[in-house]
């Protein structure tokens, strides 16, 4: 019995990494609407995207959970798993079935036990409230992550992100609540659309949007439930902030 303990010990790895947490949002009103054949077909595109996306980084699912995660807090690390994270939530928002995730970037303390499939640590609990708590279709960096990436040992580090990022008040469930945090534009050509190929992806993304929030009209109609529509006005807002030209 010691000898298994011992040798399960040695598949744990506890230390500061670097973490990202999605969820789907609706996933309940998904299975309550949808045949399952059709809730197994956007599972299985998120898993295929996961695959994909998992940059020199690792990748876990349970349910409509998705996580990826480093072996360690260096900055090498961060590029790769800010990488994974904003190229899954990309392909989910332009994929086949337009997939509304939520998710959150967070380092500290992470403990897996890959083979027994265990994972836990504040890092991770913080990266799950971060990202179930929005009220939108958005992905985060935690407050922990931009004080690292503003840390002396960060500074100068040319990482694509800033490009990609905005100071925004994140809209939070909790009695109308908001967070200023740094929120993927949803677009991995640059923030300036000027560009034909630029305008070209923003457009995409909106008409990706406004299929959507289409789908989540029918539901809120159907169940009458008019909070479902507050997660759509709030992500349509941030993208006409990001993109004004698709006011036009």
Partial sequence: MNNELTEDSKNIIDGNRWVSYFDILGFKKLMENFPTLYVRDVLKQALDAGRKCKIKCKFVFFSDTFIFYTDNDSQESFACIEAASSLFFHEMFLGREKIPMRGCLNIGRFCTDEKNRIFLGPAFI??????????????????????????????????????????????????????????????????????????????????????????????????????IMTKYDNTEKFMLQCYPALKK
């Avoid at 279709?137 to 840390?151: P, Q, Y």
């Avoid at 190929?197 to 009209?217: G, H, I, N, P, T």
């Fill in 126 to 227: 913080e990266a799950h409230d971060c990202a179930e708590g929005q009220d939108w279709i958005g992905l985060v960096l935690s407050e922990k992550v931009r004080e690292t990436l503003e840390s002396p040992e960060f500074k100068g580090i040319k990482f694509g992100y800033k490009n990609r990022y905005v100071e925004y008040p994140v809209p939070y469930k909790e009695e109308a609540k908001f967070r200023n945090l740094l929120a993927y534009n949803l677009n991995l050509l640059t923030t300036v659309g000027y560009t034909e190929q630029a305008r070209c992806e923003q457009q995409r993304l909106w008409d990706a949007f406004v299929f959507m929030k289409s789908v989540a009209q029918m539901i809120s109609e159907e169940k009458g439930d008019k909070a």
